[in-house]
């Protein structure tokens, strides 16, 4: 008998780390559920979805059955924490198994990133963990320890992809790029070993964030709080408009200090959402089948 049905947990990821463009990222314990189901006809689908279909079935070369598809859970649309690449990987993994399981997990994350632009946020989402993902399907994973927090400012307003690029220089002083490429390879080294208190002083960025701060106002400000109430440091989620500061105390504090610089920068917006989570280092998973 055929699978009929099938739901995918997919977690929420924060990339790029301050100064890992588009190469680094964290999976979340932040998640939504993507249920895939066979339908008797074909339903017209969303311009993203569309292109998933087109590219997997193309891929394991048959032709697309007719299915419905519906998503809940945590993770908010246009806030730097990888809402697309639910839909996508969810999708990616939910078709996949209803097809019989033709491709693996490496396959899907590349699948993933291609139709993404990117693997930063697909390679955290497939795998879990913190990853250092380069284009050609190449990742380094590594587990990250529940006593390090990510704590999340999530503010009511979006901020676009496309419109965090547009803001961004064709080009950067050399020196610029070499400060991040050290504390690129500072951050990873960290992570790996699992030696946290490092991190303090290494997620400051010249390639991204000073160009994306006008769209966050506060920004930079709530950052330096964050520092002040005990983060090891802090930067934009993804292109935003999530700001992420990352501690191992003074959780409760810092989300505060953070809150109130937010608000003194916007006083006409409503109060942002504050969480404070762990990484996820389980990835993407199949939650459960109907037959």
């Given at each position: ?236 989620s993804g292109s935003g408009s999530t700001t992420a500061c990352v501690a191992l105390s ?42």
């Open positions: 008998m055929s699978l009929e049905q099938v739901t995918v947990r997919v977690p929420a990821t924060s990339a790029n780390l301050g100064p890992g463009y588009d190469c680094l990222g964290v999976a979340l314990q932040l998640h939504n559920g993507v249920t895939v189901q066979r339908t008797r006809r074909r339903k017209s689908q969303p311009a993203i979805v569309e292109a998933v279909v087109e590219r997997f079935f193309s891929v394991i070369g048959r032709r697309p059955f007719p299915f419905d598809w519906s998503i809940d859970g945590e993770v908010p649309r246009s806030r730097g924490l990888g809402s697309s690449v639910t839909v996508r990987l969810g999708l990616l993994t939910g078709l996949n198994a209803l097809a019989g399981n033709p491709c693996d997990r490496q396959q899907l994350f590349e699948l993933c990133s291609e139709l993404e632009g990117h693997p930063d946020n697909a390679a955290p989402a497939q795998f879990g963990g913190f990853v250092v993902a380069v284009d050609g399907g190449r990742y380094f994973r590594f587990p990250v320890e529940a006593k390090l927090k990510f704590i999340l400012l999530i503010p009511d307003f979006e901020v676009a992809t496309d419109q965090a690029r547009q803001v961004l220089p064709d080009q950067v002083p050399l020196a610029d790029a070499a400060g991040n490429a050290a504390r690129v390879a500072a951050i990873t080294a960290a992570m790996a070993t699992g030696k946290y208190r490092k991190l303090t002083g290494l997620f400051d960025d010249a390639l991204h964030q000073p160009y994306r701060a006008s769209l966050i106002p506060g920004f930079a400000e709530m950052i330096k709080a964050g520092i002040a109430a005990g983060a090891l440091g802090g930067f934009l003074h959780t409760r504090k810092i989300g505060a200090a953070m809150a109130k610089v937010f608000q003194e920068a916007n006083p006409e917006s409503p109060a942002p959402r504050l969480i404070t989570i762990s990484a996820d280092n389980r990835g993407t998973r199949i939650l459960g089948k109907l037959g």
